[in-house]
């Protein structure tokens, strides 16, 4: 029964959202403020249709109703509940659901927040949503339906149950924090479209639009940070980053996304680059849609794509459609987006943030081409050439290298103009600081990008507290606080901008993570009882093989004794290796697994895989990595969470505005 | 000049040097990993040259085969369509190799056999197999 309801909800969404559409466009023709009320009011409904939907098939999951075919496929009676719940996000048409419910919420949320606002824009914004919201219902109707029943003419005892890969909780949250961010970029979207088209001016809208972006800028952050986060804990390759074609889905909004966020605040404070900042948000949108392409329809051959199937086509007409129906408008619009303002000069925060926009659509560019490549090679030349992380490594790390520099030389910059005298007093002390390091760091030793890296980071991070103690001075001088008092009333002030900075200190830590991955050191070898054997200066001593029967799997367990130079004992690392389905009858049906063990420290991680078992010779097989620096990819990215926390708390005079 | 102007030669400039860039990195990879010839199993078996490449294919059942002396060390055949590939590999193995396992190997090939140092296996997100009437479930002896 519940299936039935659930398809039967996802085909009423689609009624009522072509409905609404009619509805709010007879509106924008005749003006008549029923038809909206109606329109609007159905846009609601459908929102509610999906969630509903959304919920009977969770409620499908958890019950374990293997009659429909997505439950018997992701999930069996051994899978634990909370997995049960995230299988609604491990297949296609379910996270094609999951897509459109996440939308759905916005869509209520913005509903409800701009109920008395922005009446010309509104109709075209639901518009767009429920567009967007029709074509992932058309996809969940009648491409692939998650409530589908089970063509087997049996009953069927037991699932398939989900990949042990995904059973880990990190891999749980990470795919909807990243839906959050992918999906989010349609609210702004519809914005920008709808103020293109009703040629609405005033900074308002704007405002409101950058504090969405902004949520759904973190939300996407931490979603890339995330899978990064559960490759490198799960996976066994000892990289938190492939440049996969699916990771790279992710990052191409995510840098288009991140230049939007510099240059609005010029369009909101200045009135400035309207045309600029309109591409920059269509392209992040088509680029959302794109990613989901990229991930879902398998046309890439990654490691996390799906066969074949018939959304490849639909999809990419969808982008297609997007594209075209963006460009017309822009072009159309052009005349009328025109600003009367320049920017005064090169020495210019404005420019600065000019820079900056350029330079992350470059890097999305060479993304994007190494991306596509292999399709365009193949349709061109019929060759297939496969493109490897060290193409967008060489590719890449100058692009980022200069980007790492401009996260510090934009916030020195003044608006309008930087004096000469300015200049030189705002850039003496980074500069000479960071010349100073740079030496230092090559009597150490260090040669090439690593180098300009720790430099760069040195740099930036010098330009920033500069930046920090001259606004805590003038308070100190002028009002007498204390350094305390005036950081914190500093900071309350101007949210967005310190928050931007210290999002700008976690971009560093992340950058000396990177130039870590400079020293990774792996090795792979075999060990008996009491053998050893060492990766650099660390040595590792295998004590003992233990076995043990688990609910869902068989296990071996190494104890590995890792000592240091001086025979210092480090730790003792447990990697292990199961089997999952042991008692399959099928030997091809267990499923073998390694679960890592990684001994942190901020100065470096010692990453173990237990690779393969001799079992007749007692010898087990490991693959052993020295990683340095990790750590600091992952305290980088908490501080961005903070800072990002800090620009997005309300201040009090919004609190009185609401 | 204007600083609009100055500008608007900075940014083209940029532009220009940054496509430059991306097209040069393009054709002059400084690693032979960079960019791979992806080829089917017919064709490396005609071709003589020892360039690196990468293959797909379905490692044929039972032709699975672990050395006696290294356990790291595997030699299988690659099956595509009705083409065979007799594919060596050292190195750890992803836990999804097994008989019938869609995998991707890249290397070289010399003297009739592949010599590979990648070995991928397709992510299987779901389990393949067809589902299955309820069955007995016994503990056989284990193996990987």
Not at chain 1, 79 to 100: D, M, R
Not at chain 2, 92 to 106: S, W
Request: glycine content about 8%; some cysteine.
């Amino acid at each position: 029964m519940t299936p039935v309801l659930g398809s039967v909800s996802l085909s009423l969404a689609t009624g009522f959202g072509i409905l609404s559409v009619i509805l709010l466009s007879l509106y924008i023709r005749s003006g008549d403020y029923r038809l909206f009320l109606a329109g609007r009011r159905m846009a609601i409904i459908v929102s509610a249709l999906v969630i509903i939907a959304t919920l009977l098939l969770v409620k499908e999951l958890i019950t374990s109703n293997f009659d429909v075919d997505y439950v018997a496929h992701y999930t069996s009676i051994e899978t634990p509940t909370i997995y049960k719940f995230t299988a609604l996000w491990a297949g296609q048409s379910g996270s094609l659901l999951f897509w459109v419910f996440i939308l759905s919420i916005y869509s209520l949320i913005m509903i409800f927040q701009n109920r008395n606002r922005y009446h010309r824009m509104m109709p075209w914004v639901l518009c767009v949503i429920l567009t967007v919201q029709l074509f992932f219902l058309i996809l969940t109707n009648f491409i692939t339906n998650p409530f589908e029943p089970t063509n087997a003419d049996f009953v069927i005892a037991n699932g398939l149950g989900l990949n042990p890969l995904l059973q880990n909780l990190t891999m749980a949250i990470h795919p909807p924090v990243l839906y959050l961010g992918f999906v989010g970029f349609t609210i702004p979207f519809a914005f920008t479209f709808a103020a293109l088209l009703t040629n609405e001016k005033g900074s308002l809208w704007v405002r409101s639009i950058r504090r969405w972006s902004l949520v759904t800028w973190l939300a996407l952050s931490c979603g890339i940070i995330l899978g990064g986060w559960w490759a490198y804990q799960e996976l066994g390759w000892g990289g938190y980053w492939a440049w996969d074609p699916v990771e790279n889905a992710s990052f191409m909004p995510w840098l288009t996304g991140t230049a939007f966020l510099h240059s609005i605040i010029i369009q909101e404070k200045k009135n400035m680059l309207r045309v600029w900042n309109t591409i920059l948000i269509m392209l992040t949108f088509a680029l959302t849609i794109f990613g989901t392409f990229l991930t879902r329809s398998g046309v890439m051959s990654s490691v996390h794509s799906f066969t074949e199937s018939p959304l490849g086509p639909i999809f990419l007409a969808f982008v297609a459609i997007i594209v075209t129906v963006c460009a017309i408008l822009v072009f159309q619009g052009l005349p009328k987006m025109k600003s009367d303002k320049h920017i005064e000069s090169l020495t210019s925060r404005e420019s600065g943030f000019l820079f900056n926009n350029v330079v992350f659509v470059t890097m999305c560019f060479a993304v994007f081409w190494g991306t596509i490549f292999p399709v365009i090679s193949e349709a061109v030349r019929g060759t297939k050439i496969t493109v490897g992380p060290p193409f967008f490594n060489q590719v890449n790390v100058p692009i980022g290298l200069l980007l790492l520099m401009l996260t510090g030389v934009g916030p020195l910059l003044a608006w309008r103009r930087t004096s000469r005298s300015n200049f030189i007093k705002y850039f003496s002390i980074p500069v000479g600081l960071a010349l100073i390091a740079a030496i230092v760091f090559l009597l150490f030793g260090f040669r090439g990008y690593v180098v300009i890296s720790l430099t760069l980071s040195v740099f930036v991070v010098v330009a920033i507290i500069t930046e920090f103690k001259r606004g805590i001075q003038a308070r100190v001088n002028r009002f007498g606080e204390s350094s305390f008092v005036a950081f914190r009333t500093m900071v309350r002030k101007n949210r967005s901008r310190y928050g931007g900075y210290f999002v700008h200190l976690g971009i560093v830590l992340m950058f000396i993570g990177f130039t870590g991955q400079a020293f990774n050191l792996k090795k792979e070898f075999g060990l008996g009882i009491n053998d050893r054997e060492h990766v650099g200066d660390i040595n590792f001593e295998l004590k003992q093989l233990r076995e043990e029967e688990r609910p869902n799997h068989f296990a071996w367990i190494a104890e590995l004794l890792v000592t240091g130079k001086d025979g210092n004992s480090i730790t003792t690392l447990l990697p292990e290796k199961r089997i999952y389905f042991h008692r399959d009858p099928n030997p091809d049906r267990r499923q073998p697994h390694s679960e890592l063990d990684i001994h942190t420290t901020l100065k470096g991680d010692i990453y173990s895989v237990f690779s393969s078992i001799d079992t007749d010779n007692g010898i087990a097989f490991f693959q052993i990595m020295i990683n340095p620096l990790v750590q600091f990819v992952w305290y980088g990215g908490y501080m961005l969470v903070l800072g990002t926390l800090i620009a997005l708390w309300p201040s009090k005079r919004e609190k009185l505005l609401t | 000049m204007a600083p609009k102007n100055k500008i608007v030669i900075t940014v083209t400039g940029f532009t220009l040097v940054a496509l430059f860039w991306i097209y040069w990195v393009s054709v002059n990879p400084i690693d032979e990993r960079a960019m791979v010839k992806f080829i089917s199993v017919q064709e490396i078996l005609q071709t003589e040259d020892n360039e690196r490449v990468r293959i797909g294919g379905v490692v044929a059942d039972g032709s699975i085969t672990l050395s006696s002396t290294n356990k790291l060390e595997v030699a299988f055949t690659l099956k595509e369509g009705d083409s065979f590939l007799p594919v060596e590999f050292i190195g750890t193995r992803p836990d999804l190799f097994k008989n019938g396992a869609e995998v991707i190997v890249e290397g070289l090939y010399q003297e009739g056999s592949f010599h590979a140092d990648i070995l991928q296996t397709k992510c299987a997100s779901r389990y393949e197999g067809d589902l299955r009437d309820a069955s007995s479930y016994n503990l056989n002896e284990i193996e990987i």
